[in-house]
T-cell receptor, first 113, second 110 residues
Framework: SAVISQKPSRDICQRGTSLTIQCQVD?????MFWYRQQPGQSLTLIAT?????????ESGFVIDKFPISRPNLTFSTLTVSNMSPEDSSIYLC??????????FGSGTRLTVV | QKEVEQNSGPLSVPEGAIASLNCTYS??????FFWYRQYSGKSPELIMSIYSNGDKEDGRFTAQLNKASQYVSLLIRDSQPSDSATYLCAVNTGGFKTIFGAGTRLFVKA
């Protein structure tokens, strides 16, 4: 299975600022996915990132707030823009190498103050 | 809206017992089903996948799928305290999109 390196692992940010989260996969993958997980909750899909095209966002998530880049088949970034305390959460990237389940990055724990 | 439902628990079992985790899904066209284990403060890790009706065994884990009943389960035999975690059921509803249940917290008592 693939290994995904995600950084930063955690950050504390001021409201109104932006944070960019990076994920590097050790193999080429077609799709990468960005999830948010509130404490004690399940995973909510933010968007699907395909190399060479714009990301596809789920209902309730917009590109202006969560811009995503996917410059190649092993890398993606998610930016959380103009942050508010409601954005405090764990953000996870994932990929699906082959026809199997997802592999996840280690997560980014974001606290907005 | 496509949904995946799990009992949130906690499910508490004694060490050595069988833990049974259940999941139902709403999209009858779903083809792929997964169980993930998530330790507190960690990201989910895939432990089982199942694609056809019946049972699939891997070590102490057995996944069971019944598409007619839209039901997936995970059995953990000889439960160990190290199995204490949240177990997420996930369903691929077509293409690359996967929906996760809210998870069942399992506590194995030593």
């Amino acid at each position: 299975s693939a290994v995904i390196s995600q950084k930063p692992s955690r950050d504390i940010c001021q409201r109104g600022t932006s944070l960019t989260i990076q994920c590097q996969v050790d193999s080429q993958v077609t799709m990468m996915f960005w999830y948010r997980q509130q404490p004690g909750q399940s995973l909510t899909l933010i968007a699907t990132a395909n190399q060479g095209s714009e990301a596809t966002y789920e209902s309730g998530f917009v590109i202006d707030k969560f811009p995503i880049s996917r410059p190649n088949l092993t890398f993606s970034t998610l930016t959380v823009s103009n942050m508010s305390p409601e954005d405090s959460s764990i953000y996870l990237c994932s990929a699906q190498p082959g026809d199997y389940g997802y592999t996840f990055g280690s997560g980014t724990r974001l606290t907005v103050v | 809206q496509k949904e995946v439902e799990q009992n949130s628990g906690p499910l508490s079992v004694p060490e050595g017992a069988i833990a049974s985790l259940n999941c139902t899904y709403s999209d009858r066209g779903s083809q792929s089903f997964f169980w993930y284990r998530q330790y507190s403060g960690k990201s989910p890790e895939l432990i089982m996948s199942i694609y056809s009706n019946g049972d699939k065994e891997d070590g102490r884990f057995t996944a069971q799928l019944n598409k007619a009943s839209q039901y997936v389960s995970l059995l953990i035999r000889d439960s160990q305290p190290s199995d204490s975690a949240t177990y997420l059921c996930a369903v691929n509803t077509g293409g690359f999109k996967t929906i996760f249940g809210a998870g069942t917290r399992l506590f194995v008592k030593a």
